[in-house]
């Protein structure tokens, strides 16, 4: 489903990025590592914006959600809300505790996926 092919582009991600670290030149170069946060839910998708700037974006709760996730996930670190955990089938997602998230009242339950050596 939708989830499983969200956490399968964010494992893909994860992987190009270690990728060209270990390719680029180690003198004078730092690595570079991302973080990944992951949410379900409704948002509102189209095209935001006037005088002369508009963006197709999504913004929505869940959108909100998913940038506080990414926002909390450390270099190399794929976070998902347990919304997505309960819609996707990944067999290496592991709870990660509540997290009180910057604009939420309620923690948001988050699960880890374990990526690397993955298949």
């Known amino acids: 489903g939708d989830a499983d092919r ?15 670290d270990a390719e680029a030149p180690v003198d004078g170069f730092p690595s570079t590592e991302i973080g990944i946060g992951v949410n379900t839910g409704l948002v509102i ?12 974006t999504v913004i929505g709760d869940a959108v909100n959600v998913a940038q506080r996730l990414q926002s909390e996930a450390g270099p190399g670190e794929i976070l998902i809300a347990a919304a997505t955990a309960a819609h996707c089938t990944w067999p290496q997602a592991e709870a990660a505790g509540a997290r009180q998230l910057k604009g939420r009242r309620e923690p948001v339950d988050v699960c880890r996926i374990g990526w690397e050596g993955s298949g």
């Open 6 to 20: 969200a956490i399968s582009c964010a494992v893909a991600m994860q992987r190009r990025q270690s990728e060209l």
């Open 45 to 56: 998708a189209g095209t935001v914006g006037g005088a002369g700037r508009f963006d197709y």
